[in-house]
């Protein structure tokens, strides 16, 4: 049977994560140390461990089949390459940033100055379509070092908390993209490979839905009911079932986690009791 051939990062967080959430849908990666390739022993995956900004290319030739890989990469070296699914981790921006001791105006700043960056595309289009004219000084690796020993006025890299820009005594002044990690597919994945893609996102839809959701059991006065019941959002709606104490009813139901102190204080507002939260660890719709 053929296997459907999945590139990740080869160290660091997105390598972790991204096998994390292979774990969380159910596969299960044979995985030696140092190992450049991998295969899953209960699912039809082969992964292959490879330098993050080798990963457009790899799949541009069709070397490998899809890749966890940061959106920003995508935007910098393979546009052409389509995303199947946005993972929601690895989150961080793609951000100018200058000496914390610079005046900042705005972007005519960086007018005739030199930009120390490992992000050459995404910083030309960017500054093309405000108008700007800079110089740009490609770096692989740590840019952030290139205005304390005047090799560049300012930079274009990775922020995620910002802690490494502070420590360069740096500030970010532009942010050029927010970026997580993705799914890419392919343009050569083969219709047979598509069909084992089309089952690993299913999982991963179900990974992600869990992740991003919480489970609510309540107890509910009746005069309260349809106001609270109003509140929840659920899947199609809330489980109602009665309670032994005569007048009240246990409520069931599935909230967004980014709404949930909002709701969970409506909640209290309207007369629930006994809240339970619960995390969900796959959601199947």
Not at 231 to 259: C, E, F, R, Y
């Amino acid at each position: 049977m053929s296997k459907l051939r999945i590139a990740i990062q080869k160290s660091g967080r997105l390598n972790e994560d991204s096998l994390q959430i292979l774990k969380d849908c159910g596969i299960s990666i044979d995985n030696g140390k140092d190992q450049l390739k991998a295969i899953s022993s209960n699912f039809p995956l082969e992964v292959f461990y490879l330098r993050n900004g080798d990963i457009p290319q790899y799949l541009r030739d069709g070397v490998v089949d899809i890749a966890i890989i940061g959106e920003n990469v995508l935007i910098e070296k393979g546009e052409d390459i389509n995303i199947a699914e946005k993972l929601g981790f690895s989150k961080c921006k793609v951000s100018l940033a200058i000496p914390k001791g610079e005046i900042y105006n705005g972007i005519e700043y960086f007018n005739n100055k030199k930009i120390a960056t490992s992000y050459p595309n995404t910083v030309k289009k960017f500054l093309l379509d405000k108008g700007v004219d800079t110089q740009l000084h490609i770096i692989n690796g740590s840019v952030e070092i290139a205005p304390n020993i005047g090799l560049a006025d300012g930079i274009c890299d990775i922020v995620s908390s910002g802690s490494t820009l502070f420590k360069n005594n740096l500030k970010e002044v532009e942010v050029l993209l927010k970026s997580e990690a993705v799914l890419a597919v392919s343009p050569l994945i083969s219709e047979e490979n598509q069909q084992v893609l089309n089952k690993l996102q299913f999982r991963i839809k179900a990974v992600l839905k869990g992740r991003n959701s919480k489970y609510v059991l309540l107890n509910a006065p009746n005069e309260k009911l349809s106001e609270i019941i109003a509140v929840l959002p659920g899947m199609k709606s809330p489980t109602v079932l009665p309670l032994a104490t005569k007048g009240w009813s246990s409520v069931h139901s599935v909230i967004d986690k980014n709404q949930f102190w909002e709701i969970i204080d409506v909640l209290k507002e309207k007369g629930a009791e006994g809240i339970l939260v619960c995390p969900i660890e796959k959601m199947v719709l």
